[in-house]
C-alpha cells in the first residue's frame, strides 16, 4: 500500500517566497542589461532549481519516517537522480536549444544554492520536531 505524502505548506510558501524575492530584488538589473536570449537562460535556470527542490522534497518526506539507512539511501539516490536529470536538461538546452551557457549555469548555480539552503532549513526542522 503506497502512504500518501504529507504536504508541508509553510515549506513551499517559503520556496515560492524565495524564488519571488529573487525574481524581484533582479528584475531592475536583469531587465535593464541582459537580452531576451540571457533572460531566457536565467529563467530556464530558476525554473530547473525549482522542480529540483520539489523532487527533494517529495524524496524527504518519503524518506523520513523510515530507518536511517533507507533514509539516507532514498535521500542520497535522489540527489544523484536530481543532479544527473538536471545535468541532462542542462546539456539539452545548451546543444539542442542554444540557451546561453553562462547566464543558464549562474543563475543555475544561485538558485541551486539558495535551494539547497532551503531544504538543509527543512530537514533540520523536521529532524528536531521529530526529537
Request: charged letters at 15%; one cysteine or more; glycine letters at 6%.
Amino acid at each position: 500500500m503506497v502512504k500518501a505524502v504529507h504536504i508541508d505548506w509553510k515549506f513551499v510558501r517559503w520556496v515560492v517566497l524565495c524564488f519571488t524575492a529573487a525574481g524581484i530584488l533582479t528584475y531592475y538589473p536583469i531587465s535593464e542589461f541582459a537580452t531576451p536570449h540571457i533572460v531566457r537562460s536565467i529563467l530556464a535556470g530558476g525554473c530547473m532549481s525549482f522542480f529540483n527542490i520539489l523532487l527533494g522534497y517529495v524524496a524527504i518526506e518519503v524518506g523520513f519516517e523510515k530507518s536511517h539507512t533507507v533514509f539516507l539511501k532514498i535521500i542520497l539516490g535522489s540527489m544523484i537522480v536530481r543532479l544527473l536529470l538536471m545535468w541532462g536538461i542542462l546539456l539539452l538546452l545548451i546543444k539542442q536549444f542554444g540557451f546561453h551557457a553562462a547566464s543558464l549555469m549562474l543563475s543555475l548555480l544561485f538558485f541551486y544554492v539558495m535551494t539547497l539552503v532551503l531544504e538543509i532549513l527543512y530537514l533540520q526542522k523536521r529532524i528536531a520536531v521529530k526529537k
